[in-house]
């Protein structure tokens, strides 16, 4: 069975793509958890908030710290791929699999986000 190997010159790319993702996904986890703080505190405040917009807004908020575990993952595996000799589309595929989660928590995300931001809006104009 013959495998697949990246050269160095294709390696240097997705070294750079997982390790930006990896330092992204980090990033993004210290402000989700910043966040979710942030958003208990305004689950207490029910004077600012309704219910449905504080809870929303934590949906929101926990989906967006799953999404920076999962780009954190998706990063190392792609970091591996250059590292390792004769698994670089194997990676690959695991990496794409896990960009694609990404995308459809992102989605979730933001759609919780602004389901939040129209009941508040309907609350405040009523």
Known sequence: MSTFEFDSEQDEPIAVLGTAMQNLGLLTLFAGMLALVAQLIGLAAVALYSGTVALLGAVSVIVNIVI????????????????????????????????????????????????AVIVFTVKVLA
Do not use: C, E, F, Y
């Open 68 to 115: 920076s575990w999962k780009l954190v993952s998706a990063g190392r595996t792609l970091i591996a791929i250059p590292r390792t000799d004769g698994n670089d589309l194997p990676l690959l595929m695991t990496a794409l699999r896990r960009m694609a989660v990404i995308n459809a928590l992102q989605a979730l995300g933001i759609a919780a986000g602004l389901l």
